[in-house]
């Protein structure tokens, strides 16, 4: 196995268990990972529609209707007609969402934060700071 086929294991590995450590790390108030996963498209993308969600999703419109249904009724998205069919919702985060969502983020930085500065020598975090760039253009691709 040459050294880049080992490091692409070590990578993918790593990835995922930082990503557990992250979710441990600030879990998502009260909601399930589905509806955590549809907060995130509607941050990230913008206001969509149930069936927008639904294909984004991989599920059935109904089961995501159920999803919007109650992340509706916890405030945390809202629906408007849409600006070019007014008879598609088109839902978006609320400001409470957003608000929510910052604060986990908060949570998994100081995380992060607090790992690097303690397990890390400084000469190990002047190397993860460089490697940055290089997983973002990775990431990227």
């Not at 450590?21 to 990972?33: K, Q």
């Not at 529609?49 to 998205?77: D, H, K, N, P, Y």
């Amino acid at each position: 196995m040459s050294d880049l086929n080992s490091a692409a294991a070590a990578l993918r590995s790593i990835n995922g268990k930082l990503a557990r450590r992250l979710r441990e790390s600030a879990p998502p108030a009260d909601l399930t990972w589905s509806q955590v996963s549809v907060l995130g498209f509607l941050v990230r993308d913008g206001a969509m529609t149930v069936t927008e969600l639904a294909a984004q999703e991989g599920v059935r419109s109904q089961s995501m209707g159920a999803t919007v249904a109650s992340l509706q009724a916890q405030g945390l998205i809202q629906g408007e007609a849409d600006p070019h069919d007014g008879r598609k919702t088109r839902y978006h985060p609320t400001e409470s969402c957003l608000q929510l969502i910052a604060a986990n983020r908060a949570q998994r930085d100081d995380w992060l934060l607090r790992n690097m500065a303690t397990s890390l020598t400084p000469a190990e975090q002047k190397t993860l700071l460089a490697a940055i760039p290089l997983l973002q253009r990775i990431a990227d691709q």
